[in-house]
């Protein structure tokens, strides 16, 4: 298994960000992801084992994540880590920037 290193990310991170959506169809501000070529190598079991130990630092004791209709195939990593299908009714709303 390859070692991973998690960091918060800087501003020098954002174009290999950006080219790692592009990589995985998941062109959005808000998402992370490992690239197709790692995906088995357990980067993103790491990535996943990192966010929830920072989760249980702060006393959180329940994830929960939001699966895009249009990225399923992500739906059996996360059961093989222990996550369950929950159903539930998620609505939102776009805003719009501030002020």
């Known amino acids: 298994m390859m070692r991973l290193t998690i960091r918060h990310a800087v501003p020098e991170d954002e174009p290999s960000v950006v080219e790692l959506w592009r990589a995985c169809d998941l062109v959005a501000s808000y998402n992370v992801a490992s690239t197709p070529h790692s995906r088995g190598t357990g980067i993103g079991r790491q990535m996943v084992q990192a966010a929830e130990e920072w989760l249980r630092q702060r006393g959180v004791v329940k994830a929960q994540l939001l699966v895009r209709e249009t990225n399923t195939r992500v ?24 002020g």
């Open 75 to 98: 739906v059996s990593f996360y059961e093989h880590l222990g996550y369950e299908v929950a159903p539930r009714v998620v609505m939102g709303k776009w805003l719009g920037p501030p």
